[in-house]
C-alpha cells in the first residue's frame, strides 16, 4: 500500500499518535527492508505493554505499508477510539462467538486485496514474568497457510518500560526518556506445512516456528537469552491449582 492510500483516518491517528510519541521516546528501529513493499502479508509482533501497539503503528506507517490489527470488538463501540479502528480498517475480533470466524474471513480478505494483517499471536500481553513472548494462539499460522502470504517476524522492546504491564499502580514511566526498539526480521519460512492438513498439530508446529522467530529477534534486541521453554498460562494455572489444592488440604 503506498503512502497515496494510507487515506484520511490513518492520517489522521498519526496527526493525533506520532508528536507525543517523537517527544516522549527515542528510538532504534530495524529491519524495514524486510517489509514487503508490495502485495498482502502479515506481520507477528511480540505484546509487553498496552503502548506498543502505537510504538509498532508508527515504525510500519513509516514504512508506508499499513497495518490491519485485530482487536477485541469492544474497543470499535468506544466512542471516537471505534471511529478511528472502523476508519483504519482494522479488524474486529468475536471471542467465543458465533462470529468468532469473522475476524479469519476478514483477514484472510485483507491479505488477497494485497494489505498488511497485523497479529498479536499471543492473543494478549505477555504473561511471562520477564517479558518473554509466551506460549501464542494459532490464529496467525491458519492465515498463513491459508494465503501463503509472508509472515513478518516483528520483536518490540521499550514500550514496556515505560508503561509495564499488569502493573498495579498505573503510572506512566517517561523519563528518564525510554527508547522504542522495532526490530523486523526475514518472512518465516512455513513451507513445509503447506501441503499438509491444517490439523491441530500442525498450527500448532507453525505457530511454534513463527513465535520462535519473534523470540530471537527480541533475544537479538534484549542482548540476552530466552527460556528455553516459552511460557504456557494454562500451565501456569494449573500449578497454582495445583498448590492451592495442596495448601487446603494441609
Known sequence: MSRRKI???YRLAAVIAKPPLVVLFKRDWRGMEHIPVEGGF???VNHNSYLDPLSYAHYQ???GRMPRFLAKVALFNDGFVGKVMRGTGQIPVYRET???MDAFRAAVAAIERGECVAFYPEGTLTRDPDMWPMSAKTGAARVALTTRCPVIPVAQWGANLAMPPYAKEKKFRFFPRKTLQV???PPVDLSLFYD????PEVLKEATETIMAAIT???EELRGEPAPAEPWD???ARLEQRRKAAGEGAK
Open 216 to 218: 530471537g529477534l527480541l
Open 42 to 44: 502479515i506481520t507477528a
Open 98 to 100: 458465533t462470529d468468532a
Open 233 to 235: 498460562p494454562r500451565k
Open 183 to 185: 526490530l523486523a526480521g
Open 7 to 9: 487515506g484520511f483516518w
Open 61 to 63: 506507517y513509516n514504512t
Open 196 to 199: 499438509k492438513e491444517p490439523t
